[in-house]
């Protein structure tokens, strides 16, 4: 991303797509993602949501917190609605309008994943953007396919997740479109640009994954959300890069940490509940891994 | 037994039904209302030697569990509405194949995604056809957590027997409900194994070949014979065949094998009905306002019969044509537009006698509820 066309907090619009006193939980990291994402996109835009936290934080009628059109479509099918409004405006003129499917990890990675890779490999007109929570947070959390090894769920209860994370921004970025991104929700002005820069690049699939800390859900006080946000980036655990056209560059805090010393990601799993039965081999094994990982962005 | 006592929601019952069975894979998706089912196994199947998987949808949920039949185990999966609409497709591989399984829909207001935390009734007709093609089914139900246990248990028993899935059709009141439940001793329920084929290792084994019974005697796959699964029509060996001799005789094998046995499989209960001027049916968590509102008016001296159907499908017509043969009224309670009062009035002489008294708003039809509906039908008033 080019430096001098960053959004400060002073360039950012005023302009307020999501009402305030909605549905969330105190401490959503959603509420930041939605905020924001939906302050790059503007108000041409139309989303597609599946069954997810974010239907309960537009909230029941009459405190509903959307000021735009909003498809809230069956689980499996985020994707695909999306790909038919995007059919539809095409064909009926209204072509200049953002289609954007907004779901959660589950919604994406699992069970969406079908509709959303035959999007990808279609180069459906659509931004797809994934709010990471790293569970099934709506049902009561429950393990997903992006739940990192070792975490405590209701369904994996007794020694945590056995599986590592699926790299879901990897697989979307498999299928050659033209922009992949990740973001958090602890570097919101990050994620407005690169939204921004997703809505800007008309014509392909844009794919941007969001890591989410959920208060309930991990185990830690409302008031952290954006305390742990940034040391799952500043321990090298979660980057925020960017693939543009198969180009692949680090950003913001990541990018400035190559080369640099990173926080142990220990002090990351200390922050939170989830994390309560890893061991000191699988914390091991887990900075080993990132270690690893960094040492081929230095490379 | 006192320690055997507990205070469980239903969702829970229903696990300790499947475990009493002797249930020994579970895969599933969470989806509220039946999602306790799945935390519950996943902490207590493991400790038990089986096994418990989460899967990344309920399509692949049903597939899972198919295959774990196949080997060898008792499976279970649990589901509300749209997980139960993914399931669909494989839920007609499992009748076609003849693979025991049970289905556990906890169900809520649909349709799509409707209603998540609130009751509905409304999958009655969707368990029967929701599935393509003629085929029969079994579905049973519950209206208190002692049953739910009973009905699992029964679940598994018929599943077993038939070679068929088996669907459990709760609702979200008496899977969230919390309610006394006595865990029976092992032996007092009983639960029927699977019948295992006695033809040894490296002669040949037809899969599908009926015994004179119709019950078919499986073979674990992956164990002693090799044969073929498949979702298409077949012969004895399991493959395929659009023989029109073929494919007429699976087909009648199919429907036969549950509709000559309905009386092996309905459960029922019944009260006052010998005397009774008015038929109240009802079952799941209705049956609970309905039983108390008979009670409570048959006590004012109004000659009220109570008849809950704990089986649905195959549905017992004869024994509601028989139990209604001389009640003035017929009225039947469910949480639906009426599709039990449907049934009903095609099971029964002189249909006119049948009224529907529903709630459909997601919450649970209350005996008051009931009250005024009955003086309605009986011309009182409100």
Known sequence: MDNDKKTTVLTLTDEEIVNPGNRACSGCGLGIVYRTALKALGKDTVLAVPPSCLTVLQGLYPVAST???????????????????RAALRATGRD????????????????????????????????????????YMNTGVQRSGTTPKGVMTTTTPIKGKLQHKKDVPSIIAAHGIDY?????????????????????????????????????????????????????????LFDLYEIVKGEFSLTGESAKRVGKERTPVEEYFKTQRRFRSLSQELTDEMQGMIDAKWANYTA | MEENLVFVQGNEAC?????????????GYPITPSTEIAELLARRLPGRGGRFIQMEDEISSLCAIIGGSLTGNKVMTATSGPGFSLMQE???????????????????????????????????????????????????????????????????????????????????????MREKLVIPEAGVLPVVDRLRTSVKRG???????????????????????????????HDMWGFPSSNPKVVESLLNHLVDKIETNVHEITRYKELYLEDAEVILISFGSAARSTLHTVENRRRRGDRLGYLELQSIWPFP?????????????????????????GLVKAAVENPERVFLANRIDGELISPTNIKNILRIIQGRGV
């Open chain 1, 96 to 135: 200049h309008l953002n289609v954007v499917a907004f779901a959660g990890d589950g919604g994406t990675g699992d069970i969406g994943i079908q509709a959303l890779s035959g999007a990808c490999e279609r180069g459906e007109d659509i931004i797809y953007i994934c709010y990471d929570n790293e569970a």
């Open chain 2, 90 to 176: 494989a839920l007609g591989f499992a009748v076609m194949a003849e693979i025991p399984c049970v289905i556990v829909n906890v169900q809520r207001g649909g349709p799509s995604t409707g209603n998540p935390t609130h009751v509905g009734q409304g999958d009655v007709n969707q368990a029967r056809w929701g599935t393509h093609g003629d085929h029969a089914i079994i579905t049973l139900t519950a209206s208190t957590h002692q049953d739910v246990l009973e009905m699992t248990v029964h679940a598994f028993n018929m599943a077993e027997t038939y070679r068929t899935p088996v669907i459990l059709l709760f609702d979200e009141v008496i899977g969230h």
């Open chain 1, 180 to 236: 992949v991104a990740t973001a958090s929700a602890a570097y919101p002005l990050d994620l407005y640009d690169k939204v921004k820069k997703a809505a800007s690049m008309k014509g392909g699939t844009r794919y941007i994954h969001v890591h989410t800390p959920c208060p309930s859900g991990w185990g830690f006080a409302p008031q952290y959300t954006v305390h742990i946000g940034k040391l799952g980036v500043t321990t090298g």
């Open chain 1, 67 to 85: 000021k735009l059109p909003c498809v809230n479509v069956t689980f499996a099918s985020t994707a695909a609605a999306a790909t038919g409004v």
């Open chain 2, 317 to 341: 017509v004869d024994l509601i044509r028989e139990k209604c043969r001389k009640a003035r009224r017929i009225v039947v309670v469910e949480m639906n537009k009426g599709q039990v009062t």
């Open chain 2, 15 to 27: 696990v300790e039904g499947a475990l009493y069975a002797g249930m020994s894979f579970f895969a």
């Open chain 2, 203 to 233: 002669v040949d084994y037809h899969p599908y070949l009926p015994r004179e019974d119709g019950r078919l005697p499986m073979s674990d796959f992956g164990g002693d014979h090799r044969y073929n699964v498949t979702g298409l029509y």
